[in-house]
């Protein structure tokens, strides 16, 4: 199976910044990558949503309006590595950040839907303080 596994959550005043990283193990069918990989978020009581997204094929990005303009997402392709650069982080965003792939082609079309993401990483803590 995939494995997903997510590093550089943690702590940060507001208006600091984080960079998130997502490695990807093994591959869903034989040795094919995922077509899309992306980062949603879930703080407690509320909804998974979509932070950002990107298609292997294109590079073309998705990203929550909330985001857009501070968070920028990567993919390394040769590494199998995902990145989520957050800047101007503001308290708002304080969740669980999760990683997860896509090997739907549908997923090349934004917004994402939870239901074309099928590996999912464990999550990592992001908190920010005002």
């Known amino acids: 199976q995939v494995q997903l596994v997510e590093s550089g959550g943690g702590s940060v005043q507001a208006g600091g910044s984080l960079t998130l990283s997502c490695q990807t193990f093994g591959y869903y069918y034989s040795s094919q990558s995922s077509q899309c990989m992306g980062w949603f978020r879930q703080a407690p009581g509320k909804e998974r949503e979509g932070v950002a997204t990107?298609?292997?094929?294109?590079?073309?990005?998705y990203y929550a309006d909330s985001v857009k303009g501070r968070f920028t997402i990567s993919r390394d392709n040769a590494k199998d590595t995902l990145y989520l650069q957050m800047n101007s982080l503001k308290p708002e965003d304080t969740a669980t950040y999760y990683c997860?792939?896509?090997?739907?082609?549908?997923?090349?079309?934004?917004?994402?839907?939870?239901?074309?993401?099928?590996?999912w990483g464990q999550g990592t803590q992001v908190t920010v303080s005002s």
């Open positions: 997860a792939a896509s090997w739907v082609t549908s997923c090349r079309v934004g917004p994402p839907r939870l239901i074309d993401y099928n590996r």
């Open positions: 990107t298609y292997r094929g294109s590079g073309s990005t």
